[in-house]
Nanobody, 119 residues
Framework: VQLQAFGGGLVQAGGFLRLSCAASGRNFSPYQMGWFRQAPGKEREFVGAVVWSAGNVRYSDSVSGRFTISRDYTKSTMSLQMNSLKPEDTAVYYC?????????????WGQGTLVTVSS
């Protein structure tokens, strides 16, 4: 399984960006997929995840109400719509997939895409 995240860039505070994650691999059928981020000098942080088959979504408190995860089951893609961006959202964003139930998806990782929010 390979994951590729893209869509990062530079945006002003209050703006929006949409990240996408494309999965490839034979018989790709994860239990869940999700997004993490890592800001400079900080640990990787969970952003949100979606149960692949059911579509249930959960978010961290820091992004709830501003970020939305969606997935296209037939295309094996996942998106992260980020609205009302804040400078503290600046980070490298990673998509990840988990093959079995676990608190977080962490079996496969994409390469990361940089999001920079200017004040």
């Amino acid at each position: 399984v390979q994951l590729q995240a893209f869509g990062g860039g530079l945006v002003q505070a209050g703006g929006f960006l949409r990240l996408s994650c494309a999965a490839s691999g034979r018989n790709f059928s994860p239990y869940q997929m999700g997004w993490f981020r890592q800001a400079p000098g900080k640990e990787r942080e969970f952003v949100g995840a979606v149960v692949w088959s059911a579509g249930n979504v959960r978010y961290s408190d820091s992004v709830s109400g501003r970020f939305t995860i969606s997935r296209d089951y037939t295309k094996s893609t996942m998106s992260l719509q980020m609205n009302s961006l804040k400078p503290e959202d600046t980070a490298v964003y990673y998509c990840a997939a988990g093959t079995h139930y676990s608190p977080y998806p962490n079996d496969y990782w994409g390469q990361g895409t940089l999001v920079t929010v200017s004040s």
